[in-house]
């Protein structure tokens, strides 16, 4: 059972335009979300991450924003660069079971020149 | 040098052979934590340890048994490797509760099973 979903197995933009990745979620319990982008042969990179009492959290190129009623989160990266190409995965935890985390299947994103 | 690091980086086994991962860290986290990613389906939690003496089972920890036999060394055995055990496996770390949400992790280790 899937608790954390990226219904987007790929994405392709164009370099300079805005990259949005979807993240939906089934439990409410969920009270951070983590965004981590992994390139070939590498490990997972942690990216952003936003809590609960929340709903935007910027750094840079890179914004989330956090939909709890709807239990909806997006990464928003603007502008795409070629070196944004890679897999972005969504992670949800609750402070309640502090350290465990679940995550989506991932987003495969290339940014075309 | 890598914070956390994984050895080995590739391993083509047979099945039923007895194979262990090593993961070190460096990062001084007492939480340590083992992953296996499949096409679609994302990192799934096998094993996590918060600290020397607390080994917990995550959600795929059959097949699988794991030693913290430091703070920096947490191993993951497959007692008898089978086909569909065939993965990257990936080790992270964390610090404790109240610290930062991130985990941080290891380059991988590509395991084949034939």
């Known amino acids: 059972d899937q608790q954390v979903k990226q219904n987007s197995p790929s994405l392709s933009v164009q370099e300079g335009r805005i990259s949005i990745l979807n993240c939906d979620y089934t439990?409410?319990?969920?009270?951070?979300f983590l965004w981590y982008k992994k390139y070939p042969a590498e490990g997972p990179t942690f990216l952003i991450s936003?809590?609960?009492?929340?709903d935007k959290n910027e750094d840079g190129r890179f914004t989330v924003f956090l939909n709890k009623s709807a239990k909806h989160l997006s990464l928003h990266i603007v502008p795409s660069q070629p070196g944004d190409s890679a897999v972005y995965f969504c992670?949800?935890?609750?402070?309640?079971?502090?350290?465990?985390?679940?995550f989506g299947a991932g987003t495969q994103v290339v940014v075309t020149p | 040098d890598a914070d956390v690091t994984q050895t080995p980086r590739n391993r083509i086994t047979k099945t039923g052979k007895r194979i262990m991962l090593e993961c070190s860290q460096t990062k001084g986290h007492d939480r340590m934590y083992w992953y296996r990613q499949d096409p679609g389906l994302g990192l799934r939690l096998i094993y996590y340890s918060f600290d020397v003496k607390d080994i917990n089972k995550g959600e795929i920890s059959d097949g699988y048994s794991v030693s913290r036999q430091a703070q920096a060394k947490f191993s993951l055995s497959l007692e008898s490797a089978i086909p569909n055990q065939t993965a990257l496996y990936f080790c992270?770390?964390?610090?404790?509760?109240?610290?930062?949400?991130?985990?941080?992790f290891g380059p991988g280790t590509r395991l084949t099973v034939t």
């Open positions: 992670a949800a935890g609750s402070t309640d079971s502090w350290g465990k985390l679940q």
């Open positions: 936003i809590s609960s009492i929340k």
């Open positions: 992270a770390t964390s610090g404790g509760q109240g610290t930062t949400y991130e985990q941080y």
């Open positions: 439990n409410s319990m969920f009270d951070y």
